[in-house]
C-alpha cells in the first residue's frame, strides 16, 4: 500500500495533539510550488537542508575541539545529529510533529562560522560596519539565499515553520530575531528543538571533557546531577573506566529528557493549551525542563564553563583563531582581488563586507587552516 502526502496529513491530524504543527496547515512558502506526492512540507524541507552544502560543512567545523584535534571529538554535525535526536524523543513523547522537529534541529546551526563561537565573536566585531554578524540570522541567509540550487528562486524555498524555528532558535547562546513576529511564541516543534540544543550539549560536553582528560571524574562528582548519579548506578570514579563514562552520559540524557517531556506536559494541562493558537499567545515558553532540573543544569553548564570551556588548552586555540580569521578578514578587505572570482561577484551584487562574512562563515576549521596557510606562509606559493 502506498501512503501519498494526503494520507500521510491525514495521519498527523488523527494521531497528533491537538497543538502539534500539521503539515497541511503550514502558512506555506515565499515561492508558490506543487508540493511531492509521497512527502508533507515538513519532509520536503528536510531533505532539503540536508542535501545542502552549508550542511555537509558542519562535519569540519568545530563544536567545542577544532576539527583536527582528533576524530572522536563531536563537531557541529554531530553536535546536530544528537540534538535532533533528543528533540524528537520529547517532541514523539509529546504527540508533536517530529518532522518538523527534525528539520528546524536539523537546520539550527547552518550558520556558524569555522572555530565556533570564538569565530562568532572574531566576526561579529569584523562586520560591525555592516550590522555584525549572527549565526542564527546566517543560518537565514543560507536558506533564503545564499543555497542557490534552484533556477526560479534562491535559497531552499522552506514553509515559514522552518524558517519561524531557525529565526526563533533561542539558548544561551542563541538570540531569537526580535523582528520575527515578537509577540507571538513560536512552534512547541521550534521550543523543543531551543530546550533539546542545551541538553545535547550539556551532555555530550561533558562526555568530551571526561575523553580529552580537561575533566576528570573526581572532579566531576562536584556537580549534584552528576554525584547522584553516580550514587545511583554505582560508578566508581576512582575506576573509571570507558563503559562507566558511557553509561553515566547515556542515563543523564535520559533523565534530563525524561523530566522535559513530563514538565512541559504538566505546564500545558495547566494553561488549558488546546490548540496552535493557544501556543501562539501564551505569555511565556511552554516547553522547559522542571525548575529543579533547570537548577541542575545551571549548575552543571557553570561547571563546564570554567572546567571546560575555559580550560587553558581551549583559551589558546580561541586566541588563535581569533587571529587567523581576523588577519583573513582584513587581508580580503584590503586586497578583494585575492577573492576567489565567484566571491568577487558576490561583493559586486552584496558589498564587499558582506561577501567576505559570506565567505569566511561558510569555511571549515580545516578550510581556514589552510587558506591561511595559502595567505600568510611564504612557503606555501599556491
Known sequence: MLYERTELEDRERRTL?????????????????????????????????IHTSAFRRLEYKTQVFVNTRGDYYRTRLTHTLEVVQVGKSIARA???????????????????????HAGERTLDRMAEGIGGFDHNKQSLRIVTELERRYPDYPGL??????????????????????????????????????????????????????????????E????????????????????????QRYYLVRELLGEVITDAALHTDEVLREAGVKGVADVRNAPTKLVANSPAMRAKLAELKQF???????????????????????????????????????????????????????????????????????????????
Open 17 to 49: 495533539a491537538p497543538y502539534a504543527s500539521l503539515a497541511a496547515d503550514s502558512r506555506g512558502r515565499l515561492h508558490p510550488e506543487s508540493e511531492s506526492r509521497f512527502r508533507t512540507a515538513f519532509q520536503k524541507d528536510r531533505d532539503r537542508v
Open 94 to 116: 509529546l504527540g508533536l510533529n517530529e518532522d518538523l522537529t527534525e528539520t528546524i534541529a536539523l537546520a539550527h546551526d547552518l550558520g556558524h562560522p569555522p572555530f565556533g
Open 157 to 218: 524555498n522552506l514553509t515559514w515553520e522552518t524558517l519561524e524555528g531557525i529565526m526563533k532558535h533561542e539558548t544561551e547562546y542563541d538570540l531569537p530575531d526580535p523582528e520575527w513576529e515578537p509577540d507571538r511564541q513560536p512552534s512547541l516543534e521550534a521550543q523543543v528543538v531551543n530546550v533539546a540544543d542545551e541538553l545535547a550539549y550539556n551532555a555530550h560536553d561533558l562526555d568530551d571533557g571526561l575523553r580529552s582528560g580537561h575533566l576528570s571524574p573526581r
Open 220 to 243: 566531576i562528582v562536584e556537580v549534584e546531577i552528576i554525584a547522584e548519579l553516580v550514587d545511583r548506578l554505582g560508578i566508581d570514579v576512582q575506576d573509571f573506566a570507558n563503559t
Open 304 to 382: 563546564l564553563y570554567q572546567r571546560f570551556y575555559y580550560h587553558f588548552r581551549q583559551i589558546r586555540m580561541t586566541h588563535k583563531a581569533d587571529a587567523i580569521l581576523e588577519r583573513m578578514y582584513r587581508a580580503y578587505v584590503d586586497t578583494p582581488t585575492m577573492l576567489p572570482f565567484e566571491v568577487q561577484g558576490h561583493a559586486e551584487e552584496l558589498g564587499l563586507e558582506r561577501a567576505v562574512t559570506d565567505y569566511i562563515s561558510g569555511m571549515t576549521d580545516r578550510f581556514a587552516g589552510e587558506e591561511y596557510r595559502r595567505l600568510f606562509d611564504p612557503d606555501v606559493l599556491t
